[in-house]
């Protein structure tokens, strides 16, 4: 007789027994599946109706933070806005800066002057504004005026009579003393001759004999040849030597005549010009009354008259060298009197407001430019100081890109700096960054600006923890929010929004059903039935894209197939890495069953992110258990491919069954658990329950269904918590399922927690509504497990003690 085989306790497929499970209590109705927005939800009939505002919508909180920061005007009131890109943080700034614009504000002009008493160091003049390129012009006007006016004073008739009779006075009295030296000289029976000395003349005096000069090398000839004696020859000597000191002296007078004639042609010329040059100086002191500009004319005036002759080019001599060559002499240009405008606010009525798309160093600071002279020397002067952005932005508002202005070298050491003194030094950046010195250190300016820097949360908080100077000069942050409460207000807020950008860029008219349709996607993009987006720039996007389906289409109205087709082609674009592991798992490559059930082996659902676009997609989960110490195995976690976060869904597991199954015994368990074909890591815990599930079954011995899919993290009490991207992990397994045909039991648990998170696809509802596909929302473990199952829960867990008792009592028994 043959002995009956007993069917092996862990078959790969088995079909799934009568379920004895009421799922319609779990099954989450169809129209929960997704907000929907009718037109009686807009109370229009047609956006004829609708009015379009420019109010900033869904920030509130961050427009109250900027408005304190902006008006704020005390020390250290900077703002740091964060908030996800797309939020609108540079278009609600540009906004609410262009309302402060609007209000008049005392604006000032900033010049650059040279410093007479420190040339390297010029000095800053600071005029009302519209003054500051009115002062160039005069200081221009001024030396023209010089230049035309000097020249005539010295030509004119008083001047050169009074002149002639100063040089006449003074040449006659040299005339006297040198006659009367030479008549001294003659008695002495000596006379005065002119010698030559290299390329000029010099005085000297010699002894007459026979009528004629005589030098002493000649009278040693004399001497020597016996035509003379030789104390006769040092009679002639003392005599001259005496002479020459009486000569020293003379030629000491006439250098005393010389100063005293040119100090009394200096005050002569004084006595001309000063009158002129004081009525051009006086017009300009009326005119700009600062002190520093009083201070600087009154310097100008001191130079003008200690230089006159500069004003006079005809008397200049020309420079010769040592060799005699006639040197070219540079055009004077007057650089001491020119004035450099590095701010000028004349076209400003309100406060000034930049927005630097490009913060180098040399455009937020400004720089001092160097030239190559005709020399090839590298040279500069204050009219080469250039402002920057912070400069120009005084007495207003400056917004810059956080990340940009961290990584543009010396950027953000510069920028404390300057916030924290209120105050600028124009340098060139190597200067600032390579320590290297300036020829030029011109005066700082003090500021009065409001920067607001746009970053995200990340870049806050590092400078938040790492710098100090940080939280002392950023006092103010607005956080922009990703969304806002989906209630009346904010649904006239979006009709608004789309009536605005339609009539701002010239788009086709909205139809009440592309309303409807674009205010669900916004929903969509919130995540949550009960918020709406606040990411304008990329809903923007879908309304230009929705208005060129339309034009495709040569429709007169935006309608919601046109909103459909915007959202899917723009998926469309982005979802090749999608539509490869959807092959994949349709040739095999990638193991997924969707019928039939298997011991130990769930669906998990998982989001993979790519950047620019997120999709869900299933993953096999198995799990092996057997006697043992080890205890659960997170297979992932000892390859070094499992997270944080996932490790401590594991973790929990553990809890939960130490908690469930080991109150009266050890657990004596070894559970190794695996995401299968996984080769780029897992994190979050959002598998913790399908682990759970998979651990009960192979405990149990009684199947999973393959045709469901599950997502879900557990607590140590085995209630199931809220998970993320729950839409696209329900619609990454329909679509598997769609590709393999619906069978009308597949399905997904999900927590039941995240009911106002859904927003699925159309057709996933269109699906459900016909009962092709399932949606399960549970709240424990013990109602998924049912599901998956068809068995009770206390079934289930009757099956795992009884499992668990007899590891416990064959690992005593073996020494356990």
Request: include cysteine; charged fraction near 25%.
């Given at each position: 007789m043959a002995k009956k085989q007993k069917s092996p306790r862990r078959a790969k497929h088995v079909i799934a027994k009568t379920i004895r499970v009421d799922k319609s209590r779990y099954e989450i109705p169809v129209e929960q599946l997704r907000w929907h927005c009718t037109p009686h939800d807009l109370g229009i009939n047609s956006m004829d109706q609708v009015q379009p505002s420019k109010e900033i919508i869904g920030q509130d909180r961050a427009l109250r933070a900027l408005r304190v920061g902006l008006e704020m005007l005390r020390y250290g009131y900077n703002v740091f806005v964060t908030g996800s890109a797309g939020t609108g943080r540079t278009t609600t700034i540009k906004r609410l800066l262009h309302e402060y614009e609007q209000q008049t504000a005392v604006l000032t002009d900033k010049c650059y002057v040279h410093n007479f008493h420190d040339p390297d160091s010029p000095l800053m003049i600071t005029l009302p504004a519209g003054q500051g390129v009115s002062f160039r012009k005069d200081m221009g006007t001024l030396v023209s005026e010089l230049l035309k006016g000097v020249p005539a004073l010295f030509e004119s008739r008083r001047y050169q009579e009074q002149r002639k009779s100063l040089l006449e006075h003074f040449q006659s009295r040299q005339r006297s003393v040198l006659k009367d030296f030479e008549k001294r000289v003659k008695d002495k029976g000596f006379e005065v001759v002119q010698v030559q000395s290299g390329p000029s003349m010099r005085p000297e005096i010699a002894p007459v004999i026979d009528g004629s000069p005589t030098s002493v090398e000649q009278l040693q000839v004399k001497v020597d040849a016996g035509e003379m004696q030789q104390s006769e020859l040092n009679n002639l000597l003392a005599i001259q030597a005496g002479m020459e000191g009486q000569m020293d002296l003379v030629m000491r007078e006439m250098r005393n005549i010389e100063r005293r004639a040119k100090k009394s042609l200096d005050e002569l010329t004084h006595k001309i010009v000063v009158p002129f040059v004081e009525e051009l100086l006086d017009d300009l002191k009326s005119k700009y009354t600062t002190e520093r500009a009083t201070q600087y004319l009154n310097d100008v005036k001191k130079d003008v008259l200690e230089n006159v002759q500069r004003f006079n080019p005809r008397e200049e001599q020309p420079q010769t060298s040592l060799l005699g060559i006639q040197m070219h002499k540079d055009d004077d240009s007057f650089l001491e009197y020119q004035v450099n405008v590095i701010v000028d606010n004349s076209e400003e009525k309100g406060p000034p407001v930049i927005i630097e798309t490009n913060p180098r160093y040399k455009n937020l600071f400004g720089t001092i430019e160097r030239m190559i002279d005709r020399n090839g020397i590298w040279r500069t002067d204050f009219t080469h100081i250039k402002a920057g952005s912070l400069v120009n932005a005084d007495g207003g508002y400056l917004v810059i890109n956080a990340v940009d202005a961290l990584t543009e070298p010396g950027v953000w050491p510069t920028l404390k700096r300057v916030l924290r003194n209120s105050q600028i030094e124009i340098q060139p950046l190597e200067?600032?960054?390579?320590?290297?010195?300036?020829?030029?250190?011109?005066?700082?300016?003090?500021?009065?600006?409001?920067?607001?820097?746009?970053?995200?949360?990340?870049?806050?908080?590092?400078?938040?923890?790492?710098?100090?100077?940080?939280?002392?000069?950023?006092?103010?942050?607005?956080?922009?929010?990703?969304?806002?409460?989906?209630?009346?207000?904010?649904?006239?807020?979006?009709?608004?929004?789309?009536?605005?950008?339609?009539?701002?860029?010239?788009?086709?008219?909205?139809?009440?059903?592309?309303?409807?349709?674009?205010?669900?996607?916004?929903?969509?993009?919130?995540?949550?039935?009960?918020?709406?987006?606040?990411?304008?720039?990329?809903?923007?996007?879908?309304?230009?894209?929705?208005?060129?389906?339309?034009?495709?289409?040569?429709?007169?109205?935006?309608?919601?197939?046109?909103?459909?087709?915007?959202?899917?082609?723009?998926?469309?674009?982005?979802?090749?890495?999608?539509?490869?592991?959807?092959?994949?798992?349709?040739?095999?490559?990638?193991?997924?069953?969707?019928?039939?059930?298997?011991?130990?082996?769930?669906?998990?659902?998982?989001?993979?992110?790519?950047?620019?676009?997120?999709?869900?997609?299933?993953?096999?989960?198995?799990?092996?258990?057997?006697?043992?110490?080890?205890?659960?195995?997170?297979?992932?976690?000892?390859?070094?491919?499992?997270?944080?976060?996932?490790?401590?869904?594991?973790?929990?597991?553990?809890?939960?069954?130490?908690?469930?199954?080991?109150?009266?015994?050890?657990?004596?368990?070894?559970?190794?658990?695996?995401?299968?074909?996984?080769?780029?890591?897992?994190?979050?815990?959002?598998?913790?329950?399908?682990?759970?599930?998979?651990?009960?079954?192979?405990?149990?011995?009684?199947?999973?269904?393959?045709?469901?899919?599950?997502?879900?993290?557990?607590?140590?009490?085995?209630?199931?918590?809220?998970?993320?991207?729950?839409?696209?992990?329900?619609?990454?397994?329909?679509?598997?399922?769609?590709?393999?045909?619906?069978?009308?039991?597949?399905?997904?648990?999900?927590?039941?927690?995240?009911?106002?998170?859904?927003?699925l696809r159309h057709d996933i509802v269109d699906a459900v509504r016909e009962k092709k596909f399932h949606i399960y929302g549970v709240r424990t473990i013990d109602e998924g497990i049912a599901l998956l199952t068809g068995k009770p829960a206390g079934e289930i867990h009757k099956l795992v003690n009884a499992q668990l008792t007899k590891f416990m009592k064959r690992h005593k028994k073996l020494g356990g």
């Open positions: 200067t600032s960054i390579f320590g290297s010195s300036s020829a030029l250190k011109p005066e700082p300016i003090d500021l009065n600006v409001k920067v607001v820097m746009i970053g995200d949360a990340y870049v806050y908080h590092v400078l938040y923890e790492m710098d100090d100077d940080f939280k002392k000069i950023f006092k103010i942050r607005a956080d922009f929010e990703n969304e806002m409460p989906n209630d009346q207000k904010s649904l006239t807020s979006y009709v608004s929004f789309i009536k605005r950008l339609c009539d701002e860029e010239k788009l086709r008219s909205f139809e009440l059903s592309g309303v409807t349709e674009f205010i669900e996607y916004g929903v969509r993009l919130a995540g949550d039935q009960k918020k709406l987006s606040t990411r304008f720039s990329m809903l923007a996007d879908i309304i230009r894209e929705a208005d060129y389906w339309a034009k495709k289409e040569e429709a007169a109205q935006i309608t919601g197939i046109h909103i459909r087709k915007a959202i899917d082609e723009r998926i469309e674009r982005v979802k090749m890495v999608e539509e490869k592991i959807q092959e994949m798992i349709l040739d095999g490559s990638i193991m997924i069953d969707t019928e039939g059930a298997v011991v130990g082996q769930v669906n998990g659902l998982s989001v993979l992110d790519v950047h620019d676009y997120a999709f869900g997609k299933p993953s096999r989960i198995t799990v092996k258990t057997a006697m043992g110490r080890a205890g659960i195995i997170n297979i992932e976690r000892e390859a070094d491919m499992s997270g944080p976060s996932h490790n401590k869904g594991v973790l929990i597991l553990g809890g939960y069954l130490r908690h469930k199954y080991a109150q009266d015994k050890p657990l004596v368990l070894s559970a190794s658990i695996a995401f299968e074909q996984s080769y780029s890591g897992v994190d979050g815990d959002s598998a913790s329950s399908t682990e759970v599930y998979a651990i009960l079954s192979s405990l149990s011995g009684v199947p999973i269904r393959q045709d469901l899919a599950v997502t879900g993290s557990v607590n140590q009490n085995g209630e199931v918590q809220v998970i993320g991207g729950v839409n696209l992990k329900i619609e990454g397994f329909f679509d598997v399922c769609k590709a393999r045909g619906l069978t009308g039991t597949q399905g997904v648990i999900m927590p039941h927690g995240n009911l106002n998170d859904l927003m």
